[in-house]
């Protein structure tokens, strides 16, 4: 069954930076969309940021735009969420999906597990 791995979060000083990785397996990586999502204590999971098969095109959450940068290396099956200058409102849990379609918010099909982002004023 596909495998989605997040790693890279931590507790950061506001202001600071980490970048996240989602290790995928089982499935054709270079052919699905990835994407980035985040759930807050107490709050819907939202969406971040997504980055396509086909073009490598790129969307962004208005919050994090300008901040935060997805990027993926399909020939290492990863997919990165380079996060800088952090805010404590970016406290969250950070979710790596995968969609077998051209999408950018929606309509994901696999999701990982979860890393968590603590950001300290």
């Known amino acids: 069954q596909v495998q989605l791995v997040e790693s890279g979060g931590g507790l950061v000083q506001a202001g600071g930076s980490l970048r996240l990785s989602c290790a995928a397996s089982r499935l054709t990586f270079a052919s699905y969309t990835m994407g980035w999502f985040r759930q807050a204590p107490g709050k819907e999971r939202e969406f971040v940021a997504s980055?396509?098969?086909?073009?490598?095109?790129?969307y962004y959450a208005e919050s994090v735009k300008d901040r935060f940068t997805i990027s993926r290396d399909n020939a290492k099956n990863t997919v990165y969420l380079q996060m800088n200058n952090l805010k404590p409102e970016d406290t969250a849990v950070y979710y790596c999906?995968?969609?077998?379609?051209?999408?950018?918010?929606?309509?994901?099909?696999?999701w990982g597990q979860g890393t968590q982002v603590t950001v300290s004023s």
């Open positions: 980055i396509l098969w086909r073009d490598t095109s790129t």
């Open positions: 999906a995968a969609a077998s379609r051209i999408t950018t918010t929606t309509g994901y099909d696999y």
